[in-house]
């Protein structure tokens, strides 16, 4: 069997390292780029749906916001529908560093698919999305507590 995964973890490792060293300029660690770009592109996110974009657990999520928060890169506002549910903006902070970090993406992209045709490039693309729908069923079902079928 391809070991796809230990590529696709060796890859993900590498990428997250390089990002923490270049993003502690912005005061910015341990992935939290990777929620402020989202927050960036969806202001007024609330929690949940962030969860879904970056696929992780809620405990994992909040430490990061409330990092963030105290960082001044988000700020939470009550709905004003809702009191419940709390919005999450980004900051002045934060919209000064997406910029750089969308940089630094293209940069990786570029270099990861570096001697790629624009069709593998593509392929590559669909491939990858592939695996991650088939292993979001599983997310999925292991968040509500299932086990898995091995």
């Given amino acids: 069997m391809a070991e796809i995964l230990r590529e696709i973890g060796m890859i993900a490792r590498a990428l997250d390292s390089i990002s923490n060293i270049e993003f502690k300029e912005l005061e910015l660690t341990k992935g939290q780029y990777l929620y402020l770009v989202r927050i960036c592109e969806n202001p007024g996110i609330i929690q949940e749906q ?9 405990s994992t999520a909040t430490r990061a916001l409330q990092k963030l928060e105290s960082n001044g890169f988000i700020e939470k506002r009550n ?5 419940k ?9 934060a919209r000064q ?10 940069h990786s992209n570029t270099v990861a698919l570096e001697g790629f ?21 599983d997310f999925e079902s292991v968040k509500k507590g299932h ?3 091995y």
């Fill in 85 to 93: 549910i709390k919005k999450i903006y980004p900051t002045e902070k």
């Fill in 117 to 137: 045709t624009v069709q593998e490039a593509l392929e590559a693309e669909r491939y990858l999305r592939r695996i991650r729908e088939n292993i979001e069923v």
């Fill in 97 to 106: 560093a997406y910029p750089f970090i969308i940089r630094e993406n293209e």
């Fill in 147 to 149: 086990k898995r079928d």
């Fill in 79 to 83: 709905d004003p529908d809702n009191k």
């Fill in 50 to 58: 962030l969860l879904d974009l970056i696929k992780v657990d809620r």
